[in-house]
């Protein structure tokens, strides 16, 4: 109950390309879900986040949409650009917290 | 000025040996983490202290320790290593034990031989 399902587990998107990230949770007292961008060598860093009263949030070319009923979250990258090139972690807090599995995203030019 | 600094980026060491992970904020935060990324790049939640306090100890051996002296520093001693603790350690802090906004160092990499 405690888990985050998060795929797929990598993704391979064109320069311009949209790419699209799914996660989906069953313990619904997770409160807040964000999402974490992390480059090769360096920590996890917040990218966006969003609360379960919102379905959808955006912030430049980064999207979260939230689907309650459905217990799932998405992230779409719009106009995808090779610096976007990383692992992307969702996450869910309770008192702690709980990170996906993760997607190693690559864009090539 | 780096926000979340740990110590050292990379040990290599022999099983059975101990060894020690530094990590230290400058953002006041009152919440500190230590999280294990293992090969598959899993992020696991190992330890969390707040204000010094330990709030947060998950299933990990007794032969992980932590240590808190303050809120702005927070140490992972091992003992007795062994090739499963082979992993990137993170430290992290976030202003309470309520945000979900944490702010992740560069991790320090550990390799038992």
């Known amino acids: 109950q405690q888990q985050v399902k998060q795929s797929p587990q990598s993704l391979i998107v064109q320069k311009g390309g949209i790419s699209i990230i799914n996660c989906a949770y069953e313990?619904?007292?997770?409160?807040?879900f964000p999402w974490y961008q992390q480059f090769p060598g360096k920590g996890p860093a917040l990218l966006i986040a969003?609360?379960?009263?919102?379905s959808e949030k955006k912030e430049g070319r980064f999207t979260i949409s939230f689907n309650k009923s459905a217990k799932q979250f998405s992230l779409h990258i719009m106009d995808s650009q090779p610096g976007d090139s990383a692992t992307y972690f969702c996450?869910?807090?309770?008192?702690?917290?709980?990170f996906g599995t993760g997607t190693r995203l690559q864009v090539f030019p | 000025d780096t926000a979340v600094s740990q110590t050292p980026k990379y040990l290599v060491t022999q099983m059975g040996n101990d060894k020690s992970i530094k990590c230290e904020q400058n953002?006041?935060?009152?919440?500190m983490y230590w999280y294990k990324q293992d090969s598959k790049k899993f992020l696991k939640i190992m330890f969390s202290?707040?204000?010094?306090?330990?709030?947060i100890n998950e299933t990990v051996p007794n032969r992980f320790s932590p240590k808190s002296p303050d809120k702005a520093h927070l140490n992972l001693h091992i003992n007795s290593l062994e090739l499963g603790d082979s992993a990137v350690y993170f430290c992290?802090?976030?202003?309470?034990?309520?945000?979900?906004?944490?702010?992740f160092g560069e991790g320090s990499r550990l390799t038992v031989l």
């Open positions: 953002l006041g935060h009152d919440t």
């Open positions: 969003i609360r379960p009263d919102v």
């Open positions: 992290a802090s976030s202003q309470d034990a309520a945000s979900g906004e944490l702010f």
């Open positions: 313990n619904t007292a997770f409160d807040y």
């Open positions: 202290y707040n204000n010094k306090e330990l709030i």
């Open positions: 996450a869910a807090r309770v008192y702690k917290l709980i």
